[in-house]
Nanobody, 120 residues
Framework: QLQASGGGLVQAGGSLRLSCTASGFRFDEYYIDWFRQAPGKERERASCVRSRTYSADSVKGRFTISSDNAKNTVYLQMNNLKPEDTAVYYC??????????????????WGKGTLVTVSS
């Protein structure tokens, strides 16, 4: 399973770091990506671990994925946050062998999400 944490309320221009801790599967056999779902909108990709190219255009240059394999944890560092970044953020994992990209419909495991609210 995946446990996302670190969300909260932040002012525009601020930063947050989200964490996603994995358990129950081999961490090194999976890619973990970040997705988000804003109120009234569909879930979308946010940051993709394999390629920044596939990350959402709106977050490029502001969001960065990193990982700590010893802790089975992936991080999403979010800088220069904007009100339009307000969303529930989810981490999701896909077995590396079957990974076809950062797709909402293609992931094996999902965390429950953590809410990020950016005030103007």
């Amino acid at each position: 399973q995946l446990q996302a944490s670190g969300g909260g309320l932040v002012q525009a221009g601020g930063s947050l770091r989200l964490s996603c801790t994995a358990s129950g599967f081999r961490f090194d056999e999976y890619y973990i990506d970040w997705f988000r779902q804003a109120p009234g909108k569909e879930r979308e990709r946010a940051s993709c671990v394999r390629s920044r190219t596939y990350s959402a255009d709106s977050v490029k240059g502001r969001f960065t994925i990193s990982s700590d394999n010893a802790k089975n944890t992936v991080y999403l560092q979010m800088n220069n946050l904007k009100p339009e970044d307000t969303a529930v953020y989810y981490c999701a994992a896909k077995n590396k062998y079957y990974y076809m990209g950062c797709n909402v419909n293609g992931m094996d495991y999902w965390g429950k999400g953590t809410l990020v609210t950016v005030s103007s």
